[in-house]
């Protein structure tokens, strides 16, 4: 006889390494979003990795006093 919490103990995927849990929406330009695609399918990646790896990025840069995340144009 199985019980019930064993089985909804087996529901889903497994969670590995931190959970993502944190949801954000992004408004840009038609322009921008073909050069995110862009750079999605070249570099063989989802959006949700290539943002967070150009974040990371942005923000060791930051961090060592050498990211300008504004330009002046």
Same mark, same amino acid.
């Given at each position: 006889? +199985? %019980?019930?919490?064993? &089985? =909804?103990? =087996? %529901?889903?995927? @497994?969670? $590995? /390494?931190? @959970?993502?849990? &944190?949801? $954000?929406? &992004?408004?840009?330009?038609? !322009?921008? /979003?073909?050069?995110?695609?862009?750079?999605? !399918?070249?570099? /063989?990646?989802?959006?949700? !990795?290539?943002?967070?790896?150009? +974040?990371?990025?942005? #923000?060791?840069?930051?961090?060592?006093?050498?990211?300008? %995340? #504004?330009?002046?144009?």
């Amino acid at each position: 006889m +199985i %019980l019930l919490e064993e &089985v =909804k103990k =087996k %529901l889903g995927r @497994p969670v $590995t /390494g931190c @959970p993502k849990n &944190v949801r $954000t929406t &992004v408004r840009m330009t038609a !322009e921008v /979003g073909d050069m995110f695609n862009d750079i999605c !399918e070249s570099q /063989g990646c989802t959006k949700s !990795e290539a943002l967070e790896k150009m +974040i990371r990025n942005q #923000y060791t840069l930051t961090k060592n006093g050498f990211g300008f %995340l #504004y330009d002046n144009k």
